[in-house]
């Protein structure tokens, strides 16, 4: 299973005008990974599905803001 | 010929009244890689690429105008009874001065939605591998909205818009597998 963010850690100037932001991430989600769409894929049911905005559990990647401060939901 | 369904696709309900967030959702209605240029974008592909794939950019540029509604309900719910003063105090006030509180296909910096937003190389890997880029890019703004949106019901809709941006890039991107051929014996379905 791919992860679905990545991070960086930039170069931080001593001179760095605003307090800097020593990690960076970005998104990865799984169609990157996947290709094809391989037969027999793991589904949703059909009331998750609706919820979640696909049928496929692999394709699911919910993304929160990081400013958020408690993930809510699952 | 389309079939109108009366309800959108995903329930949006906004919970705070924020005029702001519309300033910024409105990139989703007529922005480079807002809804409205998705769709456009695909619906007018789907002439010149090879029929195997012309379903698909049917689909999905349909999809897209479900998408732009859900856009529209947001901007709407967020700014049908704002005072003037609330519509300044939110930075709107160069859109009702044009406007009033009514909608308008422009970028969340006030550019009008132009037809340049959009390609149609008649090339069918070209086009869609423009029409991946269009879905990532998609995805990074639902990401960047959600980022400036507090209001947890309007966030768990976006969030399902930007799922959404990830089914389409990965059927795009089936597409081009697709059209490609010379994968030895594939497996449709």
């Known amino acids: ?74 | 010929m389309w079939v109108y369904e009366k309800k959108l696709q995903y329930p949006v309900r906004v919970s705070t009244c924020n005029p702001m967030l519309a300033k910024y959702l409105i990139e989703q209605y007529g922005g480079a890689d807002g809804e409205l240029s998705a769709a456009l974008r695909y619906l007018n592909q789907r002439y010149t690429i090879p029929d195997k794939v012309i379903g698909l950019l049917t689909d999905i540029g349909t999809e897209e105008f479900a998408h732009l509604e859900m856009i529209a309900t947001m901007v709407f719910k967020l700014t049908k009874d704002a005072t003037p003063e609330q519509m300044k105090a939110a930075g709107l006030a160069t859109h009702y001065a044009n406007h009033d509180n009514a909608l308008y296909y422009e970028s969340a910096a006030g550019n009008p939605w132009t037809a340049t937003y959009i390609a149609a190389k008649g090339d069918p890997i070209a086009d869609l591998y423009e029409d991946i880029a269009a879905e990532e890019k998609a995805r990074a703004t639902y990401q960047w909205l959600i980022n400036l949106s507090d209001d947890t019901d309007l966030n768990d809709s976006l969030r399902f818009l930007r799922e959404r941006e990830i089914i389409h890039s990965q059927r795009f991107r089936e597409a081009v597998e697709i059209l490609k051929g010379e994968q030895g014996k594939k497996k449709f379905f």
């Open chain 1, 1 to 74: 299973m791919s992860t679905p963010e990545k991070f960086y850690y930039p170069y931080i100037s001593p001179f760095d005008p605003c307090k800097p932001i020593r990690v960076k991430s970005y998104s990865t989600p799984p169609n990157l990974y996947i290709g094809f769409q391989p037969p027999d894929f793991p589904q949703f049911s059909p009331k998750e599905a609706l919820r979640a905005g696909t049928l496929w559990k692999p394709f699911y990647d919910p993304y929160y803001s990081p400013y958020e401060k408690a993930k809510e939901g699952q």
